[in-house]
């Protein structure tokens, strides 16, 4: 997936962007689609992962996918995609990937490192590591949170609370002036380790090009690499 960063000023000064490669676990939530478009898409979406669902089940997931899109796009995302698979104790795992770009000035990697990481870490709720990746340092920032699913009616009671992981990727590219934000969600605690992995390979993707993407080397990182950057 390619960022976009806008048209040429000249010439002779090339356009500078990023792109990165979501691993194949996730599926697509449509966010480059129009309206239109994107409704058609999560239906597809729903048969493939619900296929052995009911037309209501495979339709409620349907406006569940889309409601996680309407959202992702009011925040300014580029990308917003699930993951769903089942477990071998017979559980249903599942998370949501929310990608997006901030705007950030030119200025020396170290220093908007740095201040980043201080800045994240004034939040007593949050812990923050900083690790390298293959386009440099990057945040990653682990927090528990909890969500109260609405009530089905206003006289029905509230529903139990549940427990979430956010786990957030923050990638400084000061040469395209953008902050790259990567976050995943889960309720799946159990298989925390399993998406922290998935994190950790889409971070090593991420590439600064001119003009046009570069084709990613081949690398051989261990899960023993995986396992250090991301703890």
Not at 150 to 174: F, G
Request: contains cysteine; proline residues 8%.
């Amino acid at each position: 997936m390619t960022a976009d960063q806008g048209p040429h000023t000249a010439a002779s000064q090339p356009e500078i962007g990023f792109d990165f490669d979501v691993p194949v676990d996730f599926h697509d939530l449509g966010m480059h689609l129009t309206d239109e478009e994107r409704w058609a898409h999560l239906e597809e979406v729903a048969s493939e992962i619900w296929s052995g669902g009911t037309d209501y089940q495979r339709q409620g997931v349907q406006q569940l996918y889309a409601d996680v899109a309407a959202a992702a796009a009011g925040d300014g995302a580029s990308y917003a995609g699930i993951c769903m698979f089942a477990t071998e104790d017979d559980r249903v795992s599942t998370a949501s990937l929310i990608i997006r770009s901030d705007t950030i000035d030119s200025g020396d990697l170290e220093t908007i490192t740095g201040t980043l990481q201080e800045s994240l870490s004034l939040n007593p709720s949050v812990d923050v590591y900083r690790t390298e990746v293959e386009v440099g340092p990057a945040l990653v920032q682990f927090m528990a949170i909890e969500w109260t699913p609405p009530a089905p009616s206003a006289d029905a009671p509230r529903p139990a609370a549940i427990p979430l992981v956010n786990v957030d990727v923050y990638i400084p590219l000061p040469k395209t002036r953008s902050l790259l934000v990567m976050s995943l969600t889960t309720p799946s605690l159990p298989d925390l380790p399993h998406y922290v992995a998935l994190m950790s390979e889409l971070a090593e993707t991420v590439r600064v090009h001119d003009d046009q993407p570069t084709v990613p080397e081949q690398r051989g990182e261990s899960a023993a690499r995986i396992e250090a950057a991301f703890g």
